[in-house]
């Protein structure tokens, strides 16, 4: 009898266990963000120099969980506009009734706190960081506010003030303190983020006119010109593996996937899985 009891409790938990990681995944949907994430740290990590790689893998965990709060305190405030209609219904599960609403709060709740923690152990600029990335996520998504609308401000995996922001706390988990590269890092990722987020709007409705979009890409070039070639921020052999793993991805994806997906999109998500890629390779060789 004492057996059974202890079984059937042993089922009951796994059960619930097995229920909740349901409703996280559901929420968090398929981690598509988590390769810009991780890119944009690590690259912070490696510009800011030979630190502790404890204290980049905080930062790494830490950014990844402000990320998944955005995505699902968005989805927490779409709900009730897309409750109301089919096709984004389906897209969101606070709607659609599969997750209720109490546990989404719940648990962004509890994300931000476990981000902010992690923030917390690194250095008091990353908690004011990870509070600012917490600001930004509300913003961008709050029904009274709405940043988000705009699609130079989209939430999305190449969102640009998060971009900095991940960025800027990998580079002090390892370099401590803010100085010029940090500056070329910043103009860097605004840059690049807010070309690719206007090269990938719809043309009808594009934000940025050809000459700003010139602008754009020499100031962008400009910054990683200076980040990676003068500075040696990279190492070059990591370089090349970026442009050469990048490259074989595209094609890789373009071959397999050729009309589903838009060739911006292909292009960045091979760029980002190339470079997070490489440079966990880099760290690998470097502890070897």
């Known amino acids: 009898m004492f057996v059974e009891d202890f079984f059937d409790k042993v089922l009951w938990y796994t059960l619930r266990v097995m229920k909740?990681?349901?409703?996280?995944?559901?929420?968090?949907?398929?981690?598509?963000?988590?390769?810009a994430t991780l890119?944009?740290?690590?690259?912070?990590?490696?510009?800011?120099?030979?630190?502790?790689?404890?204290?980049?893998?905080?930062?790494?965990?830490?950014?990844?969980?402000?990320?998944?709060f955005a995505v699902i305190y968005q989805k927490i405030?779409?709900?009730p506009v897309a409750a109301v209609?089919?096709?984004?219904?389906?897209?969101?599960?606070?709607?659609?009734?599969a997750v209720t609403i109490k546990f989404s709060r719940t648990l962004a709740a509890i994300l931000v706190l476990l981000s902010l923690a992690l923030a917390a152990l690194l250095s008091p600029l990353n908690i004011l960081l990870g509070l600012l990335g917490v600001l930004l996520a509300v913003a961008l998504s709050h029904r009274?506010?709405?940043?988000?609308?705009?699609?130079?401000?989209r939430l999305g995996k190449h969102q640009s003030l998060l971009s900095v922001i991940f960025g800027l706390s990998g580079y002090l988990a390892t370099a401590q303190k803010l100085d010029f590269k940090a500056i070329l890092l910043t103009i860097f990722f605004l840059a690049f983020g807010f070309l690719f987020a206007a090269w990938t709007a719809d043309k009808q409705t594009r934000p940025l006119?050809?000459?700003?979009?010139?602008?754009?890409?020499?100031?962008?070039?400009?910054?990683?010109?200076?980040?990676?070639?003068?500075?040696?921020?990279?190492?070059?052999?990591?370089?090349?593996?970026?442009?050469?793993?990048?490259?074989?991805?595209?094609?890789?994806?373009?071959?397999?996937?050729?009309?589903?997906?838009?060739?911006?999109?292909?292009?960045?998500?091979?760029?980002?899985?190339?470079?997070?890629?490489?440079?966990?390779?880099?760290?690998?060789?470097?502890?070897?």
């Open 209 to 288: 006119s050809r000459p700003l979009l010139v602008i754009l890409m020499v100031v962008a070039s400009a910054a990683a010109y200076m980040l990676f070639v003068v500075l040696e921020a990279i190492p070059a052999w990591v370089l090349l593996l970026i442009v050469l793993l990048g490259s074989a991805l595209s094609l890789i994806k373009h071959r397999l996937n050729p009309n589903q997906e838009s060739l911006q999109l292909l292009l960045f998500d091979s760029l980002t899985i190339a470079t997070a890629v490489s440079l966990v390779v880099s760290y690998l060789v470097q502890l070897i």
């Open 20 to 35: 909740i990681l349901r409703s996280v995944f559901k929420l968090l949907g398929s981690f598509d963000y988590l390769p």
């Open 39 to 68: 890119s944009t740290t690590l690259l912070g990590g490696v510009a800011g120099g030979e630190g502790s790689e404890l204290h980049l893998a905080k930062a790494i965990l830490s950014n990844f969980l402000l990320f998944s």
């Open 85 to 97: 209609e089919p096709d984004r219904k389906e897209q969101n599960p606070i709607a659609s009734g």
């Open 77 to 79: 405030q779409n709900a």
């Open 144 to 153: 009274s506010l709405n940043l988000g609308s705009s699609a130079l401000m």
